[in-house]
């Protein structure tokens, strides 16, 4: 399972606490992604970077903020504005440029109480 | 942007039986459609892609085929396996950072 990882993968945490959920790789790829997954539904984008110091805001962006500081890492933040955050979440990177595979971690199961 | 509906939501198969799952997309722009495979609790994996300058590809007992005219694509497995059974996504993408994926199709193969 290398390539991509993401930790922890379950997190527990009280409503109105800001949390972060870790994503890495050493793929070099210069697109990352995080993705949000909840039952019965495909993955929804909530922000993606295609290059270090630049991120795009995807399709449910409300509540979340990310940081691309170093091409290896893009990690997402899920605030207490986000008004159901509870759910599973993938972050997945690829070659920056056209579109092809995205490549996916192993995923973090956040509850939130 | 960009909206993929993906049919049908569940569909079960007997063993050795094939299976077609098929999707629609809206922006005829795009030109990149793979399709993914996440076994329960586990990370989607890609399993086949198809590009807009061709009409079908084939691994093994998987295929793909792409309407661009009817702006639709569909996955096609033989001879199924009870390990294929999983939840599949299609997507469709314009370019790397812009994908909509599909609500996905949970597929259960009966042995």
């Known amino acids: 399972d290398g390539g991509i990882t993401q930790s922890p993968k379950y997190l527990f945490r009280k409503e109105g606490q800001n949390v972060t959920l870790s994503c890495e790789q050493n793929l070099n790829h210069d697109a990352m992604y995080w993705y949000r997954q909840d039952p019965g539904q495909g993955l929804r984008l909530i922000y993606y970077?295609?290059?270090?110091?630049?991120?795009q805001k995807g399709d449910i962006a409300e509540g979340y903020s990310v940081s691309r500081e170093k091409k290896e890492s893009f990690p997402l933040t899920v605030t207490s504005a986000q008004k159901n955050p509870t759910a599973f979440y993938l972050c997945a990177s690829s070659i920056r440029g056209r579109a092809d595979e995205q490549y996916f971690g192993p995923g973090t199961r956040l509850t939130v109480t | 942007g960009e909206n993929v509906e993906q049919h049908p939501s569940t569909l079960s198969v007997q063993e050795g039986d094939s299976a077609v799952i098929k999707c629609t997309y809206s922006?005829?722009?795009?030109?990149?459609f793979p399709w993914y495979k996440q076994e329960l609790g586990k990370r989607p994996q890609l399993i086949i892609d198809?590009?807009?300058?061709?009409g079908e590809k084939k691994d093994q007992r998987i295929a793909v085929t792409l309407n661009k005219t009817a702006k639709h694509f569909s996955l096609h497995i033989t001879e199924t396996q009870p390990e294929d059974s999983a939840v599949y996504f299609c997507?469709?993408?314009?370019?790397?950072?812009?994908?909509?994926f599909g609500d996905g199709t949970t597929l259960t193969v009966k042995p």
């Open positions: 997507a469709a993408s314009i370019y790397a950072g812009k994908s909509t």
């Open positions: 922006d005829s722009a795009s030109n990149y």
């Open positions: 198809i590009r807009s300058n061709v």
């Open positions: 970077s295609q290059i270090v110091n630049d991120f």
